[in-house]
């Protein structure tokens, strides 16, 4: 287990962690107040076992995460100051240094209709994020269009690659090959999982020709990136809202192309998306690749057309 990762979790928990084998194939680690705490990796879910010495199937053997082990993890996330992480607890989130995001759930406090922050934080999600160089090369020729790419996005339920894909996919576009020029991409990172900038330096290789909005709302950032990079392509991970859509067709507009990814879990899902149903209509974005998980763990990804007519 990355070190980032463990230093998160009380001592007694971190000792068993460096005992413990599999940890190097972690996708996700669910924490609930007295519950077995889960495990996941690509080929199923584990359970710690009591005596925290190994990993097991067997839940009656599970260790349950008590109440203090959830305050002393949020301590340690917030570096012993809850109150300077006030903003990304009230979004639900902590980014953690190399791309891991430990999602927050509890007791919400709502003021004026919106929310003003969580107290009583029982719930906690920790997503692994792991630069996969590579794993985008072979979909790469069908991005391509000309000097340029196709408007693409990255389509899968969440927990299937998505960012690791996309990330991917900037870095081969950014740093080029033999055969093609790279292109300037502006990534806008707004949770800080596809560069994982830390102090405004990215720590996963992004690309030679990479330009990072780190930490900045996706619509927001696409505009200011658009008017000051001159990007060619513009990466935005997990889009969802109507601003967010309506952001993206201002950037095609203008001439950039975008490289995005979006929540769904096939094709039959992505046509009832309202907005992208809009998209589709106009051929306004031109290739979608969908990734899928095999029973042994392995992702592919299959490649439709503006149509969502499968080329691949």
């Given at each position: 287990?990355?070190?980032?990762?463990?230093?998160?979790?009380?001592?007694?928990?971190?000792?068993?962690?460096?005992?413990?084998?599999?940890?190097?194939?972690?996708?996700?680690?669910?924490?609930?107040?007295?519950?077995?705490?889960?495990?996941?990796?690509?080929?199923?879910?584990?359970?710690?076992?009591?005596?925290?010495?190994?990993?097991?199937?067997?839940?009656?053997?599970?260790?349950?995460?008590?109440?203090?082990?959830?305050?002393?993890?949020?301590?340690?996330?917030?570096?012993?100051?809850?109150?300077?992480?006030?903003?990304?607890?009230?979004?639900?989130?902590?980014?953690?240094?190399?791309?891991?995001?430990?999602?927050?759930?509890?007791?919400?406090?709502?003021?004026?209709?919106?929310?003003?922050?969580?107290?009583?934080?029982?719930?906690?999600?920790?997503?692994?994020?792991r630069e996969k160089k590579g794993c985008a090369q072979n979909m790469l020729p069908y991005l391509y269009q000309g000097d340029s790419i196709y408007n693409t996005?990255?389509?899968?339920?969440?927990?299937?690659?998505?960012?690791?894909?996309?990330?991917?996919?900037?870095?081969?576009?950014?740093?080029?090959?033999?055969?093609?020029?790279?292109?300037?991409?502006?990534?806008?990172?707004?949770?800080?999982?596809?560069?994982?900038?830390?102090?405004?330096?990215?720590?996963?290789?992004?690309?030679?020709?990479?330009?990072?909005?780190?930490?900045?709302?996706?619509?927001?950032?696409?505009?200011?990136?658009l008017r000051a990079m001159s990007p060619q392509v513009i990466a935005v991970d997990e889009l969802g809202g109507r601003r967010d859509f309506e952001a993206v067709?201002?950037?095609?507009?203008?001439g950039s192309r975008i490289l995005g990814t979006v929540h769904a879990e096939n094709v039959d899902e992505l046509k009832r998306k309202p907005s992208l149903s809009?998209?589709?209509?106009?051929?306004?974005?031109?290739?979608?690749?969908?990734?899928?998980?095999?029973?042994?763990?392995?992702?592919?990804?299959?490649?439709?057309?503006?149509?969502?007519?499968?080329?691949?």
């Amino acid at each position: 287990m990355e070190e980032t990762i463990r230093k998160i979790f009380p001592e007694h928990l971190r000792q068993a962690f460096g005992e413990c084998e599999g940890t190097e194939k972690l996708e996700e680690i669910r924490i609930r107040i007295k519950q077995p705490m889960i495990f996941r990796t690509g080929d199923g879910e584990y359970f710690l076992d009591e005596g925290k010495r190994k990993f097991t199937k067997n839940r009656e053997l599970a260790y349950c995460a008590g109440k203090e082990d959830l305050e002393q993890m949020l301590l340690f996330l917030s570096r012993y100051s809850i109150y300077a992480f006030e903003e990304e607890i009230r979004r639900g989130y902590i980014t953690l240094e190399g791309g891991h995001r430990v999602g927050l759930a509890g007791q919400v406090v709502m003021e004026e209709g919106k929310v003003k922050t969580i107290r009583y934080i029982n719930f906690m999600n920790i997503r692994v994020a792991r630069e996969k160089k590579g794993c985008a090369q072979n979909m790469l020729p069908y991005l391509y269009q000309g000097d340029s790419i196709y408007n693409t996005l990255i389509v899968s339920p969440p927990g299937m690659g998505k960012t690791t894909y996309l990330r991917d996919t900037v870095r081969l576009l950014s740093d080029g090959n033999r055969e093609r020029n790279g292109l300037r991409v502006c990534i806008i990172d707004e949770r800080s999982e596809i560069a994982a900038c830390h102090l405004g330096v990215p720590q996963n290789d992004v690309g030679i020709r990479t330009d990072v909005m780190d930490g900045c709302e996706k619509a927001e950032g696409m505009l200011m990136v658009l008017r000051a990079m001159s990007p060619q392509v513009i990466a935005v991970d997990e889009l969802g809202g109507r601003r967010d859509f309506e952001a993206v067709e201002k950037v095609l507009y203008c001439g950039s192309r975008i490289l995005g990814t979006v929540h769904a879990e096939n094709v039959d899902e992505l046509k009832r998306k309202p907005s992208l149903s809009d998209w589709t209509g106009k051929h306004m974005i031109e290739r979608f690749v969908v990734l899928k998980r095999t029973g042994d763990g392995r992702r592919l990804f299959e490649i439709y057309d503006g149509s969502l007519k499968q080329i691949c």
